[in-house]
Each structure stands twice: as structure tokens, then as C-alpha cells.
């Protein structure tokens, strides 16, 4: 009961791009994500103090990686469909 795939798929004229892009969000999320267990590592007791709303640190910082986890997401999923609307404009005028 193969129905085949729900789209055509072509070329990606934008995977480097894309690929290049990713690779730095990753990097960029790492530093940011490094940044929480070297706190934890090195000094655990600043992790259990209150920082802001009544929250710790290690509260605050952890959903702060979520939430920056989803706009960098959100992010690349924008200059990622630019890329791909640029460059397939770009070929389908030559």
C-alpha cells in the first residue's frame, strides 16, 4: 500500500548554505550550553543561588538554553527558507 512520496523532491540549490549555517547556530548554541556546565562544574554552589524571579540560576539558565534552543530553530528555519526562495528564484530566471 505505497502511495509513493507526498512531494516532488529536486535539487536543494541552498545545502551548503544551510549546512554551513547549522554548523555555526551549533557552534554558537555549544558556547551557550559549555557556558552552564563549566558553572556546574566549577562552581555548583552559584548554580543553587536565586538569581531573578525567585528563580536559580540553575533554573533560569536551563530554560534560558531552551528558549534560546527554539528562536535559534525558529531562526534557521527563516534563513533557511530564504536561501532556498533566492536561489530558486535565481534559477528559474537563468
Keep these: 500500500m505505497n ?8 535539487v536543494d540549490n541552498a ?5 554551513k549555517l547549522g554548523v555555526w547556530f551549533f557552534f554558537i548554541y555549544f558556547i551557550f550550553y559549555a557556558g ?7 562552581n555548583y554552589e552559584l548554580m543553587g543561588q536565586e538569581f531573578a524571579f525567585g528563580l536559580t ?3 533560569f539558565y536551563g530554560l534560558g538554553l531552551i528558549v534560546f534552543a527554539v ?3 525558529m531562526l534557521y528555519n527563516y534563513l533557511c527558507t ?4 533566492e536561489l530558486n528564484e535565481e534559477e528559474a530566471s537563468s
Design 3 to 10: 502511495h509513493g512520496p507526498a512531494v516532488e523532491l529536486g
Design 15 to 19: 545545502s551548503a548554505k544551510k549546512a
Design 36 to 42: 552552564f556546565v563549566v558553572i556546574g562544574v566549577v
Design 57 to 59: 540560576l540553575a533554573l
Design 71 to 73: 528562536l535559534l530553530g
Design 82 to 85: 530564504k536561501y532556498e526562495d
